[in-house]
């Protein structure tokens, strides 16, 4: 009997690009699930086939309405996206979640585990729900979240929806991937949200106090009112641009279809002001500029022995001994040294 290593090992020879864009044009959960693990993946082998992957499946994205959800602490993120989620699988939509844990940058493993805590959208059939690790990236996703969206979108998902890590100030990536970004906050929020950096204000489409239910409800229902207010002190560029303030309830549901409504009515603004494409343009050109600098990073710490070269300069700087800009020229030196051998 052959050994799981072996097994798997025999597997991920016979990976089949073909099989698996067909899968995932069919909206075969396991080929959605796999090609998303192989484009996280750091194995060179299977970088060179997430990119044939994606070349592939370009030409059936581009058509779903991207939905980015961030928010503070306890806001209750998790549980507003199955509420909203079941909501609009009830409406007729195919919904894909993307969540993001942070990663510890001790053990540099998941801190928060599996946020899958949404019980009624993980049973629809009409939903697919994915964790991943920030792996350290910053701005609070994903560094291949960009390539999921492009997965769920050729798997058929008309909304994709991305949860982001919601750490508080670190999360304007989400605008360079997203359509619309919601911004999550609870009562007693306001001043805290004065005080936030103008980044994440600007990161807003939509603002919405959560848990507006029980004796919380008048509280949240003030909470909008002053949030309202402070939204006036920020300059808008457009109609659009002004983010619409609501309350609502993941308990109760209260607010949803207001929220849902304000949506629809943000994207026919955008759309006719031409913000939508314009944006989207911007998207590929941010994502350009990433994945440029992922893929220096990449060739230049596969260069042979320029880790412990690296980590002599790196002891030279420690100690004092060498500047910082000199130690990185000198590894850029090495570098495009090695680059001229190979030639």
Sequence with gaps: MESPKTFIKKREETLDVETIVKGILKGERASLARAITLIESE??????????????????????????????????????????????????????????????????????????????LAKKEEAFIRPS?????????????????????????????????????????????????????????????????????????LIIVTKADGENRINALKAKKELEQVLKIFPQQSESSLPKVYAASSLTGEGFEEIWEGIQVFFQQVKLEGEFFKRRQNQLKDWLQ???????????????????????LEELVVSGKLPVTEASEQLLNHFFEAIQKRK
């Design 133 to 205: 690790p920030t792996g350290g990236h910053l701005g609070g996703v994903h560094r291949k979240t960009r390539e999921a969206i492009l997965i769920c979108e050729a798997a058929g998902f008309d909304i994709i929806i991305i949860e982001t890590v919601g750490v508080g100030q670190s999360e304007t990536d989400i605008r360079s991937m997203t359509d619309i970004t919601l911004l999550l906050t609870i009562t007693g929020s306001g001043d805290d949200l004065q005080g936030m950096k103008k980044g994440i204000m600007e990161t807003a489409d």
């Design 290 to 312: 990433g994945s440029l600098k992922e893929q220096l990073l990449y060739s230049f710490y596969s260069v042979d022995d320029l880790q412990k070269e690296y980590e002599r």
């Design 43 to 120: 194995k060179t082998s299977h970088r060179k086939i997430g990119q044939h992957l994606l070349k592939e499946i370009l030409p059936y994205t581009g058509n779903s309405m991207r939905i980015g959800i961030t928010g503070i602490p306890g806001a209750g993120k998790s549980t507003f996206i199955d509420k909203f989620g079941t909501l609009l699988i009830e409406k007729g939509y195919k919904v894909a979640v993307l969540t993001i844990d942070p990663t510890s940058p001790f053990s540099h493993g998941s801190i928060l585990g599996d946020k899958t805590r949404m019980e009624e």
